[in-house]
């Protein structure tokens, strides 16, 4: 088992930034590749970004290319989601996840969820 705790959302203005926490316990965390999701009210969940397990490789969707950055600090059993340039759609809840070994971009293919946090971005 693997458990994850996400921290650091809140509120801010557009044109503001962001860093999420993903706080892991239980399994080697460092042999699992971690995605980040987000949900906005009414929508799917959808994919952000991943990060390798070894951190050497991330990947993102395409609205966040150029603004979000996943990182990850195995040492401290923690990822992170850097956010800058935030927009009024970037509101949503965000999740991490982790995936044994490889990221993917599909929500069913990780094993393991954190409860997400919630991010606003005013106008």
Same mark, same amino acid.
């Given at each position: 088992q693997v458990q994850l705790v996400e921290s650091g959302g809140g509120l801010v203005q557009a044109g503001g930034s962001l860093r999420l926490s993903c706080a892991a316990s239980g399994r080697t965390f460092s042999r699992y590749a971690m995605g980040w999701f987000r949900q906005a009210p009414g929508k799917e969940r959808e994919f952000v970004? %991943?990060?390798?397990?070894?951190?050497?490789? =991330?990947w993102y969707a395409d609205f966040a290319k150029g603004r979000?950055?996943?990182s990850r600090d195995n040492a401290k059993n923690t990822g992170y989601?850097?956010?800058?340039s935030l927009k009024p759609k970037d509101t949503a809840v965000y999740?991490? %996840? %982790?995936?044994?070994?490889?990221?993917?971009?599909?929500?069913?293919? +990780?094993? +393991?969820?954190?409860?997400? =946090?919630q991010v606003t971005v005013s106008s």
């Open positions: 970004g %991943a990060i390798r397990w070894s951190g050497g490789s =991330t979000f950055t996943i989601l850097q956010m800058n999740y991490c %996840a %982790a995936r044994y070994y490889s990221g993917s971009r599909d929500t069913t293919e +990780y094993d +393991y969820w954190g409860q997400g =946090t």
